[in-house]
């Protein structure tokens, strides 16, 4: 494809981003230097080659999803925020929050108030996790908290009711016996089946430690499971852009976003919903980055939006707002509060 087919076809893509309506020859003339009747033959051939169509026979070219594509991947230029807008982004980030969760909440709350799209945060897939270390501490009659600490650097914490006070042997039993089977276990091999099978090998510890055990197990799912959390999914029904049984479908089943998020990308990402069939909406592209933590993927935030979206703008929001995500975290490197807030996570008692 030649320089001035390329320079049509983004003229026609940032036109009908803001219009909304089919481009004619005309309203590129302003873009490219040349007659509108030459613009009229590159069109037809851009429709010919898939990057443009007609949506009827009078009217002007629409972008296809390979002609978004193209844009997206050759053609787009970003316009850099300025000082002004970096401080208003700034602004809108709480300045007393030190919690993970907390920051990335702020942050795809943010994003969703200024593009006005639904916007999404998701923890790092523990796929390459293993559990680094259990603890069992006793804090109370029949009480006990099980503490549970992943090569990720998450922590969990569970308080677990047991039959009978247990004895230091049994504690030891039972510290010794996770350390030779789960520690350096990777997340995302333990199942049912492994439980049953450690249960066996306790014998007739079973009886008395089954509570901790399975507090151990169910633990580990929660760690395996990734959070996504969703923001601003109201926006996605005021958007004209959508069928509103999509968005009603997507809103019931916001929990298999997950599905799409592709932690090989490092940077901007951008996904059409033609090109994969976990999306839900059609005609809507998703944009997501990756933010850091101690110099690791912590997680993703990103928007979804319709496919004619100004990509140009909201592309620095979502890139900004990540790095200041991968600022926020990388700065609270108090390891004890950092700890003891991340383990200050919801206990649940078995009983």
Do not use: W
């Amino acid at each position: 494809m030649d320089d001035r087919k390329l320079r049509i076809l983004a003229a026609v893509v940032d036109e009908y981003i803001v219009t909304g309506e089919p481009v004619g020859s005309k309203a590129i003339m302003k873009y490219v230097g040349t007659s509108s009747a030459t613009i009229r033959n590159e069109m037809a051939e851009l429709e010919k080659q898939g990057y443009l169509e007609q949506p009827h026979t009078s009217a002007g070219r629409v972008p296809t999803y390979n002609g978004y594509r193209l844009y997206v991947d050759r053609l787009l230029q970003t316009n850099p925020l300025s000082e002004e807008e970096r401080h208003m982004l700034d602004e809108m980030m709480p300045k007393d929050e030190y919690s993970e969760e907390g920051i990335v909440k702020s942050a795809s709350n943010a994003l969703a108030e200024l593009t006005r799209y639904a916007t999404f945060v998701s923890s790092e897939s523990p796929k390459f996790s293993v559990i680094s270390k259990v603890e069992v501490i006793p804090t109370g009659k029949r009480l006990y908290v099980l503490l549970l600490i992943a090569s990720n650097g998450k922590i969990k914490n569970r308080t677990c009711r047991v039959e009978i006070d247990l004895t230091r042997e049994q504690l030891d039993y039972f510290s010794d016996f996770v350390k030779e089977n789960l520690e350096g276990v990777p997340l995302d091999v333990i199942s049912d089946e492994m439980l049953e099978k450690l249960e066996t090998a306790m014998g007739t510890y079973l009886l008395t430690l089954s509570p901790l055990i399975r507090g151990v197990f169910d633990m580990t799912k929660e760690m395996s499971a990734r959070d996504v959390d969703i923001s601003g999914v109201g926006n996605l029904l005021q958007c004209e852009d959508f069928d509103q049984n999509d968005v009603i479908s997507f809103i019931d089943h916001r929990n298999e976003l997950h599905k799409l998020i592709d932690d090989s990308f490092s940077g901007i990402h951008v996904l059409f919903s033609e090109e994969d069939d976990d999306f839900i909406i059609g005609n809507s592209s998703m944009i997501s980055s990756n933010f850091a933590k101690n110099g690791r993927v912590a997680g993703h935030l990103g928007l979804i939006g319709p496919m004619r979206i100004n990509y140009k703008k909201v592309i620095p929001y979502v890139e900004y707002f990540a790095e200041k995500i991968t600022e926020m975290l990388s700065s609270t490197d108090d390891e004890p509060n950092e700890l003891e807030a991340e383990s200050g996570e919801e206990t649940e008692e078995r009983t």
